[in-house]
């Protein structure tokens, strides 16, 4: 599991941090390549994220990391969908500030309506532009 850099001396945001100083980002995917791409980005831009290769890792790391506050999770992907991620982490970590924003490929509206009843603040259609994710963690009130 990933893990990128991160200088706590300057915010990734303009006008500065809304995220919890500096509190890693949590990305899930089950396409390596994939993730890589995001994980590699997103340090570029100075956040620190952890990754997950599906639904059942994230819980594990949202168990050893409570200062992860912000999970960007794809939707589709075996032993446990973003959907179920959703699910157990807002029961499991009840008392926590978690925020979720939810990638697909398939964009479908009953995928997207099922997100959002979830729990899910934003979803974002792959192929992923940076900057759409960097608005929507800045849009994120944590």
Known sequence: ??????????????G??????A???????DEPEYLDEVLEALAFEGFTAFSA????????MLRHHPDIHVVVTDIRMPEMDGIALIQAARSEFDGRDLQFI??????SKID???AKAAGARECLSK?????ALQRAI???PV
């Open 53 to 60: 290769a599906n639904g059942l890792a994230a819980v594990e």
């Open 112 to 114: 997207v309506d099922r």
């Open 102 to 107: 939810v990638v697909t490929g398939h964009g």
């Open 127 to 131: 192929p992923l532009a940076v900057e």
């Open 23 to 29: 509190s890693p980002l949590l990305i899930v995917d």
């Open 138 to 140: 800045r849009s994120l």
């Open 16 to 21: 500065g941090a809304r995220v919890k100083a």
């Open 1 to 14: 599991m990933g893990m990128t850099a991160f200088s706590p001396q300057a915010s990734p945001f303009p």
